[in-house]
């Protein structure tokens, strides 16, 4: 009867010495600007979806946001990660940030615009000090299954899937370069937002928060917000 009851418990996995797999999710922590930034966010990004209905949208599932890391974590670690992160946002709420310009490339018909933010002293020091704090839980084995999927059921694509992991290395520190993404849209359109309709304002932070990631970047599922 023993070893009948051995064979049952190693086909149940009792016994099992496997390692159990983790979950590895795609997160941005990153910051919310003010009522008037966030508004004017929205705005602009609902003046390049007229123009360009296929591009992002700005809503309350995908937030206007300044990001300070993209990466990917194991899901199990997201606890650990909110952790560090508590009391960080008190070192930059009362400081004043700058929405200084649109930015886009002038030399193509249509271009990829955001809204430029001053890339300050202390805004560049949480930027570093937000990497050092989530370092040792960044791993590299991320996959299209990290990222809340498409509505559609389209795949996520395979830019967005490459550029998580290589945040650290690539667009980090002296290559840090805080915005507000607004879309895709014709140069003519975007010269006339920036001529007309941009207002470059100084504005503070509402919060740090973490999001789970979308397609493009988007900052789509909220995991944590500082109080």
């Not at 609902?46 to 194991?74: A, G, M, R, W, Y």
């Not at 040792?136 to 498409?150: D, H, L, R, Y």
Request: aromatic share 8%.
């Amino acid at each position: 009867m023993g070893k009948y009851i051995i064979v049952l418990a190693i086909g149940l996995g009792i016994f099992s010495c496997a390692p159990k797999k983790q979950n590895t999710i795609a997160i941005d922590v990153l910051l919310i600007p003010s009522e008037e930034m966030y508004a004017q966010s929205l705005q602009l990004n609902s003046l390049i979806n007229q123009n360009n209905p296929k591009t992002i949208k700005l809503d309350e599932n995908h937030v206007p946001h300044i990001t300070l890391l993209q990466c990917f974590i194991n899901q199990e670690d997201l606890p650990k990660v909110k952790k560090v992160l508590e009391g960080l946002f008190q070192t930059i709420a009362k400081d004043s940030l700058s929405a200084e310009s649109i930015s886009y490339n002038n030399a193509e018909a249509e271009s990829f615009a955001m809204i430029s933010v001053g890339k300050s002293g202390q805004l560049l020091k949480l930027h570093e000090k937000t990497i050092a704090l989530v370092k040792p839980f960044i791993v590299k084995n991320g996959s299209e299954a990290s990222f809340i999927q498409n509505p559609d059921g389209s795949p996520i694509s395979e830019s967005t899937v490459a550029y998580v992991p290589k945040f650290v290395d690539k667009y980090s520190y002296e290559n840090f370069d805080p915005h507000i993404s607004l879309g895709v849209a014709q140069k003519i359109v975007l010269d006339s937002l920036a001529e007309n309709v941009f207002k470059p304002i100084k504005f503070k932070a509402a919060s740090l928060r973490v999001y789970q990631l979308g397609d493009h970047g988007t900052a789509q599922k909220l995991l944590w917000k500082s109080e």
